[in-house]
């Protein structure tokens, strides 16, 4: 068991910033493909970004690329998100998960946290 507990979120102005943290704890976390996921009401739950256990391969959403910055911190257990330049449509519930292999599909995910709500403001 892998469990992720998500800490960051909150009410920002279009055009500002937030910093996502994920801490993880449970079976070694430096095996696991992580990724971040969000899911606005209505919508389903879709891909934002995803880093390799090594960090050293990332991928991003088109919708993302460019604002957003994955970064994962092994010895500390944590996997972090930096959104910059946020829009109201980056409004959502934020997830960081935990894969066996390097995918951008939420099915492939094994291991999720609780999620922790965006809001930006126009």
């Known amino acids: 068991q892998v469990q992720l507990v998500e800490s960051g979120g909150g009410l920002v102005q279009a055009g500002g910033s937030l910093r996502l943290s994920c801490a993880a704890s449970g079976r070694p976390f430096s095996g696991y493909f992580m990724g971040w996921f969000r899911q606005a009401p209505g919508s389903e739950r879709e891909f934002v970004s995803r880093?390799?256990?090594?960090?050293?391969?990332?991928a991003y959403a088109d919708f993302v690329k460019g604002r957003f910055t994955i970064s994962r911190d092994n010895a500390e257990n944590t996997v972090s998100l930096q959104m910059n330049s946020l829009k109201p449509e980056d409004t959502a519930v934020y997830y960081c998960?935990?894969?066996?292999?390097?995918?951008?599909?939420?099915?492939?995910?094994?291991?999720w946290g609780q999620g922790t709500q965006v809001t930006v403001s126009s």
């Open positions: 998960a935990a894969a066996p292999i390097l995918s951008r599909a939420p099915r492939d995910y094994k291991y």
């Open positions: 880093i390799t256990w090594s960090g050293g391969i990332t």
